[in-house]
């Protein structure tokens, strides 16, 4: 019989319970859709980690042996020890898309997993192994012919296998602000299918491999060497036909160690990684640049701060609704056990047990939070999750990706129903522990007292709808309380919605008008000639930029924990490419001036006027700089000079890309110059990449409007139901129901306007923050436009209103006799 | 004639539930008749009483009111009648928890243009203590007197009483109905009280005896006795 009373009372109330339904079904559907992506992507990775044989540690250098090798193999925790030589080219069939090229003798660790063809031979010289993705976006299969262009060399290979990587789950090209997958392929190729003699042969004719640089790196030019000293010559006395001659006439085996590996990686046996780092060193005795794990290589550690920040929302999203809805709870099961004081009376005078009565209540709550986790569950799992991670495939690529399923739903599932049940306990209990005979008289009105309101020096001028709505609003705390998060919470998603769908906008602006406002961006191949590019650049009045791997740190030769991985940026400061400062305003670098980027100066404790060190990532050199200033930037944390100061160090400057606003598309076809883009096309691309935050503009939409109509609705059926009685008596006085829809109208207002004030700041510490947590090197200050905030208020006011005026319409109909029948 | 109840019918539900509530109900009250209507639970007078007062509509018939037809009012028209015509005691009083004794009568002021001033009648039900008690602070009977003020407040043509000593102990029942009866005589205003106690009858002008929905007897009272003279 109590379940017939539970169903009627169910379909009686239907506005409250719907809300403690949909709030348990939104924070497990949200639980369930953030982590099902997360454990779907731990397992995928897992997986694929351990195909790859993924590296625990990324050693860098000038240049590492098969002796270093047997070094670090002979430490008793290393597993397998690989070399590797990695240079970046480009595609010059595919527009001139980045390439990086893997050149390897033997494959044992960091192995391309491969999807279609042959398993990676580094043995195979007519082969190339080609990256999947890249090769859907341009149409290349497995038996195709794919040509490389590497320092202005050229040389095709057939596809053997269409491949991915475990270190390049994430990839961004270098000239790119957001990911194209056809921007950017990497290739797995053999040591030796690289055409080392042309190679060298072109860098002699380009100037930038002397006989001296060969006789240092290489054996090749020893028996020269003795025959010239022989004569009294010395290698100064080699021409560049001589040596071109010279190299010619050898086999490609001499001149392999002119391109020696400069990276070793190493995977031990218990996954420890730059604990090891003193024992290595020692092992190679110092003979490295830099040595990083994981969390230094971008593919990998990207998705790492991604999976974080969704575990981090599945769990946020619980607290948030799991809370509103506690709240809901809270009010709507104390208004009905007052409601129903009598039956409870009636119920324990009939000999019903305490704990029955007890029982049936928390039933209430119970069963729809059950209802709710369930279908939550459902529809998170089998829609949402496996729909977030295709929405994900876009940017990350973990091969047999698939949206994960694991018990701990059952746990939070459970833990909500229980959380459910407790607030209902909670707020019944009082009531329920009442004896009968007193529960079955009406229960003695609510003690009057003075609000704290009425402290107010101008309380007697304020009017009757503000002194009633006033004394309402103190007397019903928990109603208002949940009224005002609810608003908030709603306010702060509008905001973030709101503020999303004008960060693309902001972000073009941002890249596209303040820091490279230039109208085209050539990309420049490693070899190019400087005086080549300079003479280029001066004619069509354009600004050359270099970019390349830094480390960072307060003292030269660092060890890892103090040191940090960083980028360094090198401008000619003629305006085309540019650094802001945190108000997003562009700053000029002086001369000896040194900017560092504002996430890189907090997290290292560096301010304007200290010093600090960097050297090259594959060269060990250190240099010793002062911070000249502070600069935001976005996605990149590093370091910015300008060329003459950078030219000061002694570094090369190899620029990689050269800005113009002159049309360079006429220069597209120079043998240095791998694409040309103009600003329109990589807005374009930019925006189309960014669609996706679109996406998130609507869902953040529709969870804002559930739920203020959620709470507002529970909010107002709270209110109205309190004061029936007080609206059924003014309408007898007289009152015209539309006063009094304003008196009920006019609180919402209120509440909602204290929701949004609340909730507005919230909402760009929030954004912020979510873009922040996508990575250490994220420094997002995005500013909400004060149109977001305006917007958004309205819309939340708009919704508020609405879901008043659904309740204030119940007053014109009334029934002022029903409403006055029964005892006080 | 201040009020005029035309063949009135009160029927609810519909089919074999159908519940006469009123039936065909006729009557006539003069302006500044004290009347009380007398029946048993269930003959029909609080749905007279709340069709007098525009709480309610007939199913049939006509009520006229100072010359209006109250029966064929519009939400809004309604409203205006209540606020202007009429004053309404409750048997529990239903005053505004929220507002204090003062608060609940100056609260006419947001309804009427001429209400009248609160202190004023605070006193003239004995009050002035309680200005700024809230009803939770308040005897049964001080709550009634403040409803009676508050009614009194807006000035109206009728004050209705349904049981309005209802939930009140003899005694001071008895004072709350002196009171009305003292107030009707000094300013003139037609009260008309629904009770079932007989014994109230003997203070009114008017007697309108109910039963089944009918009209039993519709008796006029040529001396009617004060309050106090009557043996409660």
């Not at chain 1, 990911?179 to 797995?188: E, N, P």
């Not at chain 1, 022989?230 to 010619?248: P, R, S």
């Not at chain 1, 670098?589 to 996430?599: D, N, Q």
């Not at chain 2, 009429?86 to 507002?99: C, E, T």
């Amino acid at each position: 019989m109590l379940r017939r009373k539970i169903f009627r009372e169910l379909k009686m109330n239907w506005g409250q319970f719907l809300s403690i339904f949909l709030l348990a079904f939104l924070a497990m559907a949200m639980f369930c859709t953030m982590e099902g992506h997360v454990i779907g992507e731990n397992k995928s990775r897992a997986t694929f980690h351990k195909n790859c044989n993924l590296a625990d540690l990324w050693i860098y250098g000038e240049g590492f042996t098969q002796e270093n090798v047997n070094q670090v193999k002979d430490l008793s925790f290393v597993k397998d020890v690989g070399l590797r030589m990695a240079v970046t080219g480009s595609a010059p069939e595919c527009e001139g898309a980045q390439v990086d090229i893997y050149l390897e003798r033997q494959n044992v660790v960091n192995k391309p997993y491969v999807i279609k063809g042959e398993a990676f031979d580094p043995k195979d010289t007519k082969g190339i192994w080609l990256t999947n993705a890249f090769a859907k976006c341009w149409n290349v299969k497995v038996g195709d012919t794919f040509k490389v262009e590497y320092n202005g060399i050229t040389f095709s290979k057939k596809v053997k296998g269409l491949i991915e990587s475990a270190e390049y789950e994430y990839r961004i090209a270098d000239s790119d602000t957001d990911t194209d997958l056809s921007h950017i392929a990497f290739v797995y190729m053999s040591y030796d299918a690289f055409p080392i003699k042309e190679y060298v042969l072109h860098m002699i004719e380009q100037g930038k491999i002397t006989a001296k640089k060969v006789a240092e790196n290489t054996k090749a030019l020893d028996s020269q060497l003795k025959m010239l000293s022989a004569k009294g010559m010395t290698i100064e006395d080699i021409t560049q036909d001589m040596l071109y001659e010279a190299v010619n006439k050898m086999e490609d085996e001499k001149l392999a160690d002119i391109m020696p590996y400069t990276q070793m990686l190493v995977k031990t046996t218990d996954g420890s990684a730059l604990t090891r780092e003193e024992e290595i060193a020692k092992a190679i005795d110092d003979n490295y640049a830099a040595m990083v794990d994981e969390d230094s290589i971008m593919g990998i550690a990207r998705l790492n701060s991604e999976i974080s920040q969704h575990e981090t929302f599945s769990y946020m999203f619980v607290v948030i609704f799991v809370g509103i809805a506690v709240l809901v709870i809270a009010t709507s099961m104390s208004r009905m056990v007052e409601k129903q004081r009598t039956q409870i009376g009636t119920m324990n005078a009939l000999g019903m047990k305490k704990h029955k009565v007890i029982l049936h209540y928390i039933s209430y709550s119970t069963w729809i939070s059950l209802l709710g986790v369930i279908v939550g569950m459902l529809v998170g799992t089998f829609y949402a999750s496996p729909f977030m991670v295709k929405l994900f495939t876009q940017w990350y690529i973990v091969p047999g990706l698939k949206a994960g399923f694991d018990s701990s739903y059952c746990g939070i599932a459970v833990l909500i129903v229980v959380v459910c049940a407790a607030a209902s306990y909670l707020s019944c209990r009082r009531l329920l522990k009442v004896k009968p005979a007193e529960a079955l008289r009406p229960a003695a009105p609510k003690q009057g007292k003075r609000c704290v309101f009425e402290r107010l020096p101008f309380w007697d001028k304020l009017g009757f709808n503000t002194q009633y709505n006033l004394r309402d609003i103190s007397r019903a705390k928990l109603r208002v309380l949940m009224g005002i998060i609810g608003t908030a919470v709603g306010m702060l998603l509008m905001v973030y919605g709101a503020a999303c769908n004008l960060l693309v906008d902001d972000m073009v602006d941002l890249n596209f008008q303040k820091i490279q406002p230039a109208a085209y961006q050539m990309k420049l191949s490693q070899d190019v000639s400087l005086k080549k590019v300079d003479d280029l650049a001066e004619k069509v009045s354009g600004e050359l930029i270099m970019s390349d791997q830094i480390e960072i740190a307060k003292k030269p030769n660092a060890s890892s924990d103090q040191k940090k991985k960083e980028s360094l940026t090198v401008l000619e400061g003629k305006g085309l490419y540019n650094i802001v400062d945190t108000k997003q305003k562009v700053i000029h670098l002086s001369k000896g001036c040194v900017g560092l980027s504002r996430k890189l100066s907090a997290d290292m404790g560096l301010k304007v006027g200290d010093t600090f060190y960097w050297h090259i990532y594959s060269q060990n050199e250190w240099y010793k700089a002062k911070v000249g200033v502070i600069y935001q930037s976005t996605e990149t944390q590093g370091i910015t000079y300008l060329r003459e100061d950078f030219e000061k160090t002694g570094v090369q400057f190899t620029p990689s890309m050269l800005f113009s606003n002159e049309d360079l598309t006429a220069y597209d076809n120079l043998d240095y110059v791998t694409g040309v883009s103009s600003k329109k096309d990589m807005e374009a691309a930019y925006r189309t990449g960014m669609e996706a935050v679109n996406m998130m503009v609507v869902m953040m939409l529709v969870f804002s409007t559930i739920l203020i109509v959620v709470v507002l609705y529970n909010s107002g059926n709270l209110s109205f139901h309190e004061r029936v009685k007080e609206f059924a008596t003014l309408k007898v006085l007289g009152l015209q129901s539309a006063q009094i829809r304003k008196i009920l109208s006019i609180q919402n207002i209120w509440l909602s306007v204290i929701g949004i004030l609340l909730g507005a700041p919230l909402g760009k510490v929030s954004l912020n923050a979510m873009m922040n947590s996508n990575g250490e090197n994220f420094d997002y200050n995005l500013m909400i436009h004060p149109s977001s905030y305006i917007v958004s208020g309205i819309l939340v006011l708009v919704v508020s209103m609405l879901v008043s005026f659904m309740f204030s319409k119940r007053i014109k109909n009334l029934d002022m006799v029903e409403s006055l029948k029964g005892a006080e | 004639m201040l009020v005029e109840f035309r063949d009135v019918v009160k029927t609810y539900g519909t089919g074999e539930g159908l519940q006469m509530a009123v039936d065909h109900v006729n009557f006539e009250i003069e302006e500044g008749e004290f009347v009380v209507i007398l029946g048993q639970s269930g003959a029909g007078k609080s749905t007279v009483l709340n069709m007098l007062g525009g709480m309610d509509q007939p199913t049939e018939g006509t009520i006229l009111v100072a010359g209006q037809k109250v029966s064929e009012m519009n939400d809004k028209q309604l409203s205006t009648y209540r606020a202007d015509i009429i004053g309404f005691i409750f048997q529990f009083y239903n005053l505004l928890p929220s507002l204090t004794a003062y608060e609940n009568i100056a609260l006419t002021k947001s309804i009427v243009k001429n209400a009248r001033d609160a202190d004023e009648l605070l006193h003239l039900v004995g009050l002035d203590h309680c200005r700024d008690k809230f009803p939770s602070q308040m005897s049964g009977g001080e709550q009634q007197r403040v409803s009676i003020a508050r009614a009194f407040a807006k000035n109206p043509k009728i004050l209705l009483g349904d049981e309005p000593t209802g939930a009140l102990d003899s005694e001071t029942g008895v004072m709350v109905l002196e009171l009305l009866q003292e107030l009707c005589k000094k300013e003139g205003k037609t009260v008309i009280l629904v009770t079932h106690n007989a014994d109230i009858a003997k203070c009114a002008d008017r007697v309108i005896r109910m039963k089944n929905g009918k009209i039993k007897e519709n008796t006029v009272n040529k001396n009617p006795l004060p309050v106090k003279e009557v043996d409660w």
